[in-house]
């Protein structure tokens, strides 16, 4: 497969937890990393190799794998959280690299 | 460490470009390097990748036979070659440095094709 399919959007509110996921069969095999996008900006990395942090990514945001399905976990997001979220990984062949469609995260 | 692209251009289909992406703050030639775009208002997509010493090279379906993706690590440059443009490659290309993991990324170039 060489797809990875996310949630459009996802509202969370403010201090709450919330949960972005990513599904594909790629992910039984291969890490997940996650991007977040905010608008005029590049993407960066908050999460890689499945849940391992970036210096400078606040630990409220962490990640876990299960199955096929990769999940970025925010706990206690908060107004600056608010942002799209890509998941990638590679497909199944190992060759590609592959995005998700991307979340948007809107923090109430 | 910083990743700055140029060559983006408003360009008719069937024409080509040439991106530029000049790396700085890190040792270019130890990483591979890829190119991702994202048309406006649209999600990201890879283009293509090259190992760090350009012997590794893979591209998405959508641009392989058109594009070419090579670096020259003297220069700590890397670059894309687009041919045979269409109007659906509009989009802003970034440079992103990583293996499958993309830890640094450019701030893009914009590539608009159109008659």
């Known amino acids: 497969s060489s797809e990875l399919t996310q949630d459009p959007a996802v509202s969370v509110a403010l201090g709450q937890t919330v949960k972005i996921t990513c599904q594909g069969d790629?992910?039984?095999?291969?890490?997940t990393s996650w991007y977040q996008q905010k608008p005029g900006q590049a993407p960066i990395l908050v999460i890689y190799n499945k849940n391992n942090r970036p210096s400078g990514i606040p630990d409220r945001f962490s990640g876990s794998n299960s199955g096929d399905t990769a999940s970025l976990t925010i706990t206690g997001a908060q107004a600056e959280d608010e942002a799209d979220y890509y998941c990638?990984?590679?497909?199944?062949?190992?060759?590609?690299?592959?995005f998700g469609g991307g979340t948007k995260l809107t923090v109430l | 460490v910083q990743l700055v692209e140029s060559g983006g251009d408003f360009v008719q289909p069937g024409r080509s470009l040439r991106l530029s992406c000049e790396a700085s703050?890190?040792?270019?030639?130890?990483?591979?390097m890829h190119w991702v775009r994202q048309p406006p208002g649209k999600g990201l997509e890879w283009v293509a990748r090259?190992?760090?010493?350009?012997?590794?090279?893979g591209y998405a379906a959508s641009v392989k036979g058109r594009f070419t993706v090579s670096r020259d690590n003297a220069k700590r440059s890397l670059y894309l070659q687009m041919n045979s443009l269409r109007p659906e490659d509009t989009a802003l290309y970034y440079c992103?440095?990583?293996?499958?993991?993309?830890?640094?990324w450019g701030r893009g170039t914009m590539v608009i094709v159109s008659s």
């Open positions: 090259i190992s760090w010493r350009g012997a590794d090279i």
């Open positions: 703050g890190f040792i270019f030639n130890d990483y591979a």
């Open positions: 790629s992910l039984r095999s291969f890490y």
């Open positions: 990638n990984s590679r497909d199944t062949s190992g060759d590609h690299v592959i």
């Open positions: 992103v440095r990583g293996s499958g993991t993309f830890d640094i």
